[in-house]
């Protein structure tokens, strides 16, 4: 299942090297939801000029600021999360509004798809 927690296996022999084989090119086609490169801009837009310049993840009890954990880096990056999952909308797709994103970080956008889920932002992370 995509997006599904991956489980660790024991370890036999603790002592012996694991290695694989990766990189090999492989043809895959799939069906993946067209998602608007121009909605991220407009969010990350907005969200700039809500908050002087800087991008805060909106999850609550988070904050993580871009710009504050890495300086120039940072100026302008952020993930931007649908709010009502596109896994939920008709096949011919639905329309976006700004309303509907969020500016995440990257931590709390794993958590919140983690095990192929799509949790609410509210109460993901426990107040202090």
Not at 49 to 66: A, Y
Not at 83 to 96: I, T, W
Request: glycine share 8%; charged share 25%.
């Amino acid at each position: 299942m995509c997006g599904e927690k991956p489980t660790t296996p024991p370890v036999d022999a603790p002592d012996v090297e694991a290695s694989w084989f990766e990189g090999k090119w492989r043809c895959a086609f799939v069906y993946h939801r067209q998602r608007e490169a121009k909605a991220r801009r407009e969010k990350v837009r907005e969200a700039l000029e809500k908050n002087d310049g800087r991008l805060i993840c909106e999850v609550p009890n988070c904050g993580f600021d871009f710009v504050e954990r890495y300086g120039p880096l940072g100026e302008g990056y952020a993930q931007v999360h649908h709010l009502l999952p596109l896994s939920k909308s008709p096949s011919v797709g639905r329309k976006v509004n700004l309303k509907d994103l969020a500016i995440v970080c990257a931590n709390c956008h794993a958590m919140i798809h983690v095990g192929g889920k799509c949790r609410p932002l509210e109460g993901l992370i426990s107040a202090p």
